[in-house]
Antibody, heavy 119, light 111 residues
Framework: QVRLQESGPGLVEPSQTLSLTCTVSGGSISIGGYFWSWVRQHPGKGLEWIGYIYYSGTTHYNPSLRSRLSMSVDTSENQFSLKLNSVTAADTAVYYC???????????WGQGTLVTVSS | QSALTQPPSASGSPGQSVTISCTGTSNDVGSYNYVSWYQQHPDKAPKLIIY???KRPSGVPDRFSGSKSGNTASLTVSGLQAEDEADYYCNSYAGSNNFVVFGGGTKLTVL
């Protein structure tokens, strides 16, 4: 059973960088065949795809976030990470990491972590 | 504003069927058979219930079914049960520029 767990600060100051890590257990991130993704949900709102990364480091980002976004993968730790810079209150959301089955089907999800942008 | 359009709410009585629509464009739903549906209970992570338009992951009851016609995908929940009350989201592959787009979600109420 694949499990994903997000970790990182729950509070980030405006204009700073939001950094989150997703640790995968129950399966190797290096096996291939899957993208690994971040999805966020603003309070009381719908889901927004942030981007995804392959174990090789290939990335695909949401065009609306691309200029502020960076994703990386650490196969030795079975983790992948998200960095979103120049954050504002509009980036306050629950951030989920998820595995992508093929292209847009997210079959395993982390429990989510609330990140609040505030001074 | 979400890329895919869903009705904000839907409802039905126990045992009835309800269908939720998800309307996109020829750039996403209309061009690819990569539409998925998710169920999200309050304060929980979304759960994949339909992928590739009409496939069910292991463990998802066959009361959940998906279909697509043109630019609109649909999720049908048959034999409604109390535990089906949740938010439902669709998403679609949208090509090599936008990749993934979500709908705004539909709150399903079991009366």
């Amino acid at each position: 059973q694949v499990r994903l767990q997000e970790s990182g600060p729950g509070l980030v100051e405006p204009s700073q960088t939001l950094s989150l890590t997703c640790t995968v257990s129950g399966g190797s991130i290096s096996i291939g065949g899957y993208f690994w993704s971040w999805v966020r949900q603003h309070p009381g709102k719908g889901l927004e795809w942030i981007g995804y990364i392959y174990y090789s480091g290939t990335t695909h980002y949401n065009p609306s976030l691309r200029s502020r976004l960076s994703m990386s993968v650490d196969t030795s730790e079975n983790q992948f990470s998200l960095k979103l810079n120049s954050v504002t209150a509009a980036d306050t959301a629950v951030y989920y990491c998820a595995r992508v089955l093929s292209t847009a089907d997210f079959d395993y999800w982390g429990q989510g972590t609330l990140v609040t942008v505030s001074s | 504003q979400s890329a895919l359009t869903q009705p904000p709410s839907a409802s039905g009585s126990p045992g009835q069927s309800v269908t939720i629509s998800c309307t996109g464009t020829s750039n996403d739903v209309g061009s690819y058979n990569y539409v998925s549906w998710y169920q999200q209970h309050p304060d929980k992570a979304p759960k994949l219930i339909i992928y590739e338009v009409n496939k069910r992951p292991s463990g998802v009851p066959d009361r959940f079914s998906g279909s697509k016609s043109g630019n609109t995908a649909s999720l049908t929940v048959s034999g409604l049960q109390a535990e089906d009350e949740a938010d439902y989201y669709c998403n679609s592959y949208a090509g090599s520029n936008n990749f993934v787009v979500f709908g705004g979600g539909t709150k399903l109420t079991v009366l």
